[in-house]
């Protein structure tokens, strides 16, 4: 999405651009497949930093003013509400900043001050400040909470929908995604994510850019202190005045043609599986009307790339049903529960095809039963099932170890090595699709557009 994005703000300026896509299907991680003739979401579980209609600041704003959207064109609906679930403690939420704090009032009595100040700082945070992303959030968040469990539990949601770093965050991260779920909110269109590719792609072409699928890098031509092209997988040769990759920051190092003469850039290690579950029934139905559970069954909260398969200690569910779609479009005609787990990617990719779909279903009944100690038990009510692995993540998204959030280290800058080759995406620094888009646009006001360079 921020090639897409970076795309389309090029096009708009009578830039010449071509898109290459390694898969057969556009999105990388928030991409979409279908089986047994249902759709299936491969990232989304919820669209950060919503704001409502009419409202002209934030990133969702930005978005629209940059590449010449309507509100209506993504049909975003905003969540019911949403919570933390620790053992014995929970945290409700929504898009509404009153409910988080008046939570924090009823299960940290004494917290409010300390939580105020928190909120105080985050208001003048700058995206790109460097200086922040040295900072420990655990650090930062002791110095400003004294209740541990708060942290453990105000950090859960914002690492597992943007962290790359094991145990610990930037707080440089922790900022914006605190921003993107807590202060901006959570919303998601009735039809997916296919909803949000579908405009981004036609207003792409429209524009005269050329989107090419199938079409994979395997290797970028450097000359000096510049890339000057790339060739294809297929032996095709492209020429560019300028590159911008959104394969990730070690992806990307590694297919320059002098990568020799750098300095090793560690890559992510945290990947994930997804268990789906079908219903023959609405979860409201069985009790379950929040949108997203995030939880954790220890007062610390566990995270780190899992020494088995996977970890279902701590995880994510989601149900797609549960948002405030327009009554006028109705619901999904089938219940979903979504379960996230920890994962180790290189104990999945090592698996033969038969041990493979044997340790899918084990672990598919793992994390449920798992699930189900903080949600009501769906169980019984589920006709069909699919899981995807860390393994899955990596055919999608290309990136080393299947990392969904890609390498701990950002280049907030987008800058490389090369004068003319630039980083857009999850490894610049946003993650999501809002902070995806806004990568695309950034990078490419910044660096792309300017005829200096």
Same mark, same amino acid.
Not at 246 to 267: F, I, K, N, Q, W
Not at 310 to 333: F, K, M, Q, W
């Given at each position: 999405m921020s090639g897409l994005a970076a795309g389309i703000r090029l096009a708009h300026f009578d830039q010449r651009v071509c898109i290459l896509e390694r898969h057969y299907t556009i999105g990388?991680?928030?991409?979409?497949?279908r089986l047994r003739g249902r759709d299936y979401d491969v990232g989304l579980h919820a669209v950060t930093n919503f704001t409502a209609q009419g409202q002209r600041k934030g990133p969702l704003a930005r978005i629209l003013r940059q590449l010449r959207f309507r509100w209506e064109d993504f049909a975003l609906a905003p969540q019911f509400g949403s919570s933390i679930r620790f053992p014995g403690r929970e945290l409700r939420f929504s898009n509404?900043?009153?409910?988080?704090?008046s939570e924090i009032a009823r299960e940290f009595p004494g917290q409010q001050d300390g939580f105020e100040q928190l909120l105080r700082r985050? &208001?003048?945070?700058?995206?790109?400040? /460097?200086?922040?992303?040295?900072?420990?959030?655990r650090q930062v968040l002791a110095e400003t909470l004294s209740d541990p469990l708060l942290v453990e539990m105000l950090l859960c949601p914002l690492m597992w929908?943007?962290?790359?770093? /094991?145990?610990?965050?930037?707080?440089g991260q922790f900022c914006i995604m605190f921003r993107s779920i807590f202060l901006e909110g959570l919303a998601r269109p009735l039809a997916g994510v296919r909803v949000i590719l579908k405009q981004l792609v036609r207003r792409f072409r429209a524009l005269g850019g050329e989107l090419k699928l199938r079409s994979g890098v395997e290797r +970028?031509?450097?000359?000096g202190e510049r890339a000057v092209g790339v060739v294809l997988d297929n032996g095709q040769q492209l020429e560019?005045?300028? +590159?911008?990759?959104?394969?990730?920051? &070690? /992806? @990307?190092?590694?297919?320059?043609?002098? @990568?020799?003469?750098?300095?090793? %850039?560690?890559?992510?290690?945290?990947?994930? @599986?997804?268990? &789906?579950? +079908?219903?023959?029934?609405?979860?409201?139905?069985?009790e379950f009307p929040q949108t997203i559970v995030f939880y954790n069954d220890s007062d610390r909260f566990h995270w780190q790339? =899992?020494?088995?398969?996977?970890? &279902?200690? @701590?995880? %994510? +569910?989601?149900?797609?049903?549960?948002?405030?779609?327009?009554?006028?479009?109705?619901?999904? =005609?089938?219940? %979903?529960v979504r379960i996230t787990s920890l994962a180790n990617y290189d104990h999945w990719n090592t698996l033969q095809a038969e041990a493979y779909a044997l340790e899918k279903y084990r672990w598919y009944d793992r994390a449920v039963a798992s699930a189900v100690r903080f949600i009501p038990d769906f169980r019984q009510r589920v006709i069909d099932t699919d899981m995807f692995t860390p393994t899955t993540i990596r055919r999608f998204t290309w990136h080393d170890n299947g990392a969904v959030y890609g390498?701990?280290?950002?280049?907030?800058d987008g800058t490389t090595h090369l004068k003319n080759l630039f980083l857009c995406g999850t490894d610049q620094g946003f993650v999501g699709i809002i902070g995806a888009i806004v990568s695309g646009i950034s990078i490419a006001n910044r660096h792309l557009l300017r005829e200096e360079d």
């Open positions: 990388g991680l928030n991409s979409f497949y509404d900043l009153e409910l988080l704090r985050l &208001v003048d945070y700058d995206d790109l400040n /460097e200086e922040a992303y040295q900072l420990s959030a929908y943007g962290n790359a770093r /094991e145990h610990d965050m930037d707080f +970028i031509q450097v000359e560019a005045r300028k +590159i911008l990759s959104s394969a990730g920051l &070690v /992806e @990307t190092l590694r297919l320059c043609e002098d @990568t020799s003469r750098l300095e090793r %850039v560690p890559a992510g290690r945290l990947s994930f @599986t997804e268990c &789906v579950s +079908i219903l023959d029934c609405q979860p409201a139905a069985l790339r =899992p020494d088995e398969l996977c970890d &279902v200690r @701590t995880g %994510v +569910i989601c149900s797609p049903n549960n948002y405030l779609y327009d009554p006028a479009d109705g619901n999904l =005609p089938e219940g %979903v390498a701990p280290d950002k280049r907030l």
